[in-house]
């Protein structure tokens, strides 16, 4: 059996990822995944895997699945509003369909 989901996806420093983890647990989501992220965008290159002064500075994929697309839009708003101004970071949204619902 298959659910349809929303993918909420924030790639960001690192050093936001615990303040990042309270929206999103307080806004409900029953989850999420983080893995080290590297690449180019407006603010130059970050890379990954590569030896750094602290590992604060480096950058990171949340990945959360919601059941709807109203809570994942209220968490990106939220994070948008509190850290993008002054960090770096990309929010983006997809339609994602859930193959193991029975765990979502």
Not at 16 to 30: E, H, N, R, T, V
């Amino acid at each position: 059996m298959t659910q349809q989901a929303s993918k909420l996806v924030i790639v960001t420093e690192k050093l936001l990822l615990k303040k990042i983890i309270k929206i999103i647990d307080a806004a409900g989501a029953s989850g999420y995944t983080v893995v080290a992220a590297g690449g180019r965008g407006s603010r130059n290159v970050r890379s990954s895997g590569q030896p750094n002064v602290s590992e604060d500075y480096s950058n990171i994929k949340i990945e959360v699945l919601t059941a709807n697309r109203e809570l994942a839009q209220q968490i990106s708003d939220q994070i948008s509003v509190q850290f993008f101004n002054d960090y770096s970071g990309i929010i983006y949204l997809c339609n994602a369909e859930v193959l193991s619902a029975h765990k979502f």
